[in-house]
């Protein structure tokens, strides 16, 4: 509570982004996790979590009072306007300092308390990185574990289970990381077992201008030997040429095709974290836009140039793909390997593995790739108070890089854009330990799952929310080839407009679909008890005919199904009655085939 200057103030007009002069009346209130707005003439609250804020601004003072401005990394904004100015500058002050603590303790997951049945250690043992190896096909006589990272020294932002070679051994494997920035040797993320061929990643080589290293051009080797059907391997740099190139100069760099025989190396030239950061905020800056008009709004989508990032990112994917399903092995590294390699490689696995589009499987990839082999989530997603220019928003592009895909391939997801979206907005709520840290070894030493819940087990408890009415299971698609003509790049208007007001809001389809397929099984299910009693009464009857006893058994069924009153004296047997029970059981089944229709 010492953040806490003012924790209540009266009379704040909530603005509308559209129309300023439009405003809400209520009481704002700041807690030690949500900023509330209350408007009892609207009956309307607004619940901000501290953590989803991140930016605040104290405004220049106007003649109506002091306007506080509000950005949310889920794409909300929000204006405040409040009538006393110290007021203003109090819930400015409380603000910054609550939406970026200063250490990894003073985070939401840590005070978080699950309501309801969901146990805490829930989620935490979904995945485990030993058994989505073996789901893959290894190790086999190609690769084999390594146990040299066990406890994290030969590389402390790799997991301890590493997969590598099996020619490879223990001096080849220690040189190549010597010889890698952070130690980030090429390692194994992902097996195509029909093919044979391996995806691995990795970071830049500390070569400089003319350095070498004959043990990780070894090591390199043996990643081409380990898939006998091809005579080379690429080598992926996401980077743009000139970036490695300036890198080089600066001690680090890329391979020389020289060096390293068999190898075909590719440039990708999708920028870094710099511009990436800056091209989101252009994008947010076009969104808000006040203007109708389709010209200035075209103008910043492109100045932003995010769609451009988007199509450079999938389209380094989509080459990874078609060598892993061609058979030809692929390296893929960019600076440090835990930005766009992650990016990249998880989009590949999207594409040529079907598992990777349930539920289950993108959980897995966002561990393996992601959460396991080390992006920097609390430096990228700036949690606590640090270098702002370590910030970046990698992950979101990963995002919608996959509903670019989604889109283009709705049939082939079990899962819809609802489940992006709360994914996303629950990595920078911090609500959950799942996404706390920077690695593997961070996470243990926080002891994230012992003392904080888990994503996927919240996810879990409301999994009916997050699934596609369209997906089909028996779909061939099991390989996926997205378009990245211009024209298929979107604005997920959906993602970065979400909280948009207008005088009609449009609920997307897709939502009416799932609605209607929770309908539909709950009437299913209905029907099955209904079955289940039609067979039970059938039963009575045929035991009843069997065994002479009609008159007792006449008294349990109801005259809607008999035909007759209780005062009406029975004509025939119970033939008419068992018939009219097969009529009904009929009926139901066809309902319940029309409604999936």
Request: hydrophobic share 35%.
């Amino acid at each position: 509570m010492e953040h806490i200057a003012t924790p209540k103030v009266e009379n704040v007009h909530l603005l509308d982004n559209v129309n300023p002069r439009n405003s809400t009346v209520g009481t704002l209130y700041i807690t030690t996790t949500h900023l509330i707005f209350v408007s009892p003439e609207e009956k309307e609250e607004l619940w901000i979590l501290h953590m989803h804020i991140n930016l605040v601004e104290k405004m220049p003072l106007t003649t109506s009072g002091s306007p506080v401005r509000i950005q949310c990394s889920n794409f909300r904004v929000v204006t405040f306007m409040v009538n006393r100015d110290r007021d203003a500058q109090d819930i400015y002050t409380s603000l910054a300092q609550l939406s970026k603590p200063n250490s990894i303790e003073e985070l939401y997951c840590f005070q978080y308390r699950a309501k309801g049945d969901l146990p805490q250690p829930t989620g935490w043992t979904f995945f485990e990185l030993s058994a989505e190896f073996q789901r893959q096909g290894v190790p086999n006589k190609h690769w084999v574990t390594c146990n040299l990272n066990n406890e994290y020294r030969l590389c402390p932002t790799y997991p301890k289970q590493l997969m590598v070679p099996a020619s490879a051994t223990s001096d080849v494997v220690l040189g190549s990381a010597k010889f890698r920035s952070k130690g980030r040797l090429p390692v194994l993320t992902y097996y195509h077992a029909a093919t044979g061929a391996a995806l691995l990643r990795c970071s830049q080589p500390l070569s400089g201008i003319k350095g070498r290293s004959p043990v990780d051009e070894k090591y390199i080797n043996c990643v081409l030997e380990s898939n006998p059907a091809s005579k080379f391997l690429y080598i992926v740099d996401t980077r743009p040429k000139i970036n490695a190139m300036y890198n080089r100069a600066a001690g680090k760099g890329y391979e020389a095709e020289s060096f390293y025989p068999n190898t075909k190396f590719v440039f990708k030239g999708i920028e870094n974290i710099h511009v990436m950061r800056e091209s989101l905020a252009k994008l947010v800056e076009t969104c808000e836009l006040k203007t109708e008009t389709m010209e200035l709004f075209f103008q910043g989508l492109e100045q932003s140039s995010w769609l451009k990032h988007i199509k450079a990112t999938l389209e380094a994917s989509i080459f990874i793909a078609e060598a892993l399903l061609n058979g030809i092995s692929v390296i893929v590294h960019c600076s440090d390997g835990w930005d766009r390699t992650s990016q990249t490689c998880a989009l590949a696995q999207i594409l040529i593995d079907p598992f990777y589009r349930t539920i289950q499987g993108f959980q897995a990839l966002i561990e393996k790739d992601w959460l396991t082999f080390g992006h920097k989530f609390t430096d990228r997603c700036g949690f606590i108070a640090g270098d702002p220019k370590e910030v970046s928003p990698i992950f979101t592009q990963f995002i919608d890089c996959t509903w670019q895909i989604h889109t283009q391939f709705p049939q082939a997801f079990q899962f819809n854009t609802k489940y992006l979206l709360s994914i996303h907005d629950h990595v920078y709520s911090c609500q959950f330990g799942t996404f706390v840290g920077n690695c593997q070894k961070d996470r243990g030493e926080y002891k994230l799952s012992e003392r904080t819940y888990s994503l996927w087990g919240h996810l879990t408890n409301t999994a009916d929310e997050y699934v596609n009415p369209l997906y089909d299971h028996s779909s061939k698609c099991d390989i996926l080839n997205p378009s990245v003509s211009p024209q298929n790049i979107l604005f997920w208007r959906g993602f970065y407009c979400r909280f948009e007001v207008g005088t009609h809001p449009r609920e997307p389809v897709i939502d009416l679909l799932t609605l209607t397929q929770l309908h539909t099984a709950s009437l299913e299910d209905h029907a099955k008890h209904l079955t289940k009693r039609v067979d039970g009464l059938r039963s009575l009857i045929s035991n009843a005919k069997a065994t002479g006893a009609v008159g007792a058994v006449k008294k349990f069924l109801p005259s809607m199904v008999t035909g007759k009153s209780s005062t009406e004296e029975n004509e025939t047997d119970l033939d008419r009655v068992e018939k009219r029970f097969v009529d009904l059981k009929t009926a139901l089944v066809e309902k319940c085939q029309s409604s999936k229709m």
